[in-house]
């Protein structure tokens, strides 16, 4: 996980920074920081996570984060302040979270939810029929499907035929939000309305037939995931 922390204050720089790693596992994590707007904007780095003061002299957090919006198209906004009020304005750019600093508890929560958001926004590489290589985010994806020679990508944006495997496919997939419920079936446990006792309900309208040896194990993950998603 890439992430920025953008204020004009020492003090709460180093704070923010302290608090932030006590949450999240710094192994895997790249922590940048910056003293204002202009210098964050000027690096053009892309961030998973950047966590911006709203109060800054020179570009404020509201400009720096329009600004940022325009190379960074995946990455996650976090709007810091002392005065809560300005954060009111916060829907204006899209913010995912709105922090007051003496409150900074609330770090943890935004960054396990925000961990949620990432992993859907994560891509799978395929290679289309006619069309070659294409990125497709994890969150596009509504279920997988073997269909004669081809796999078809069921997703929001329509079907996608493509020359992968099946098995390919489903290692590259993360396997707490998808789940092989058929030999002819990998579906996105986010997509599913219901089960019932060998059917999978998606939210496009399909139901595909979960195998009577994989029904146990799909209920398992389905339920799993509706409480990690709960609980981020």
């Keep these: 996980m890439k992430i920025a922390i953008v204020d004009d204050d020492a003090f709460w720089?180093?704070?923010?920074e302290q608090e932030i790693l006590r949450y999240?596992?710094?192994?895997?994590?790249?922590?940048?920081?910056?003293?204002s707007g202009e210098q964050y904007v000027k690096s053009r780095k892309q961030y998973d996570i950047s966590f911006i003061d709203i109060e800054m002299n020179g570009m404020?957090?509201?400009?720096?984060?329009?600004?940022?919006?325009?190379y960074q198209q995946d990455g996650l906004f976090v709007i810091l302040t002392t005065h809560v009020e300005m954060?009111?304005?916060?829907?204006?750019?899209?913010?995912?979270?709105?922090?007051?600093?003496?409150?900074?508890?609330?770090?943890?929560?935004?960054?396990?939810?925000?961990?949620?958001?990432?992993?859907?926004?994560?891509?799978?590489d395929i290679n289309v029929i006619g069309d070659g290589p294409r990125r497709l985010a994890f969150k596009n994806?509504?279920?997988?499907?073997?269909?004669?020679?081809?796999i078809v990508v069921h997703t929001t944006q329509g079907n996608i035929k493509c020359k992968d495997k099946m098995q390919d496919i489903e290692?590259?997939?993360?396997?707490n939000s998808f789940s092989r419920c058929h030999n002819a079936y990998i579906v996105n446990l986010d997509k599913i309305s219901h089960i019932d006792d060998c059917r999978a309900y998606l939210v496009n309208g399909d139901k595909i037939e979960i195998s009577q040896r994989r029904i146990w194990q799909?209920?398992?993950?389905?339920?799993?995931?509706?409480y990690e998603c709960a609980n981020k």
């Design 171 to 175: 290692r590259a997939l993360p396997g």
């Design 13 to 16: 720089r180093e704070r923010i």
């Design 24 to 35: 999240a596992d710094n192994s895997k994590m790249q922590i940048d920081v910056y003293e």
């Design 60 to 70: 404020d957090g509201f400009d720096t984060i329009l600004k940022a919006k325009e």
């Design 87 to 124: 954060s009111r304005k916060g829907y204006l750019v899209n913010a995912f979270r709105y922090i007051d600093k003496t409150e900074l508890h609330e770090l943890e929560e935004t960054i396990r939810s925000a961990s949620v958001v990432l992993e859907r926004n994560d891509k799978i």
């Design 218 to 226: 799909v209920r398992k993950a389905y339920f799993n995931r509706q």
């Design 141 to 150: 994806i509504i279920y997988v499907e073997t269909e004669k020679h081809y």
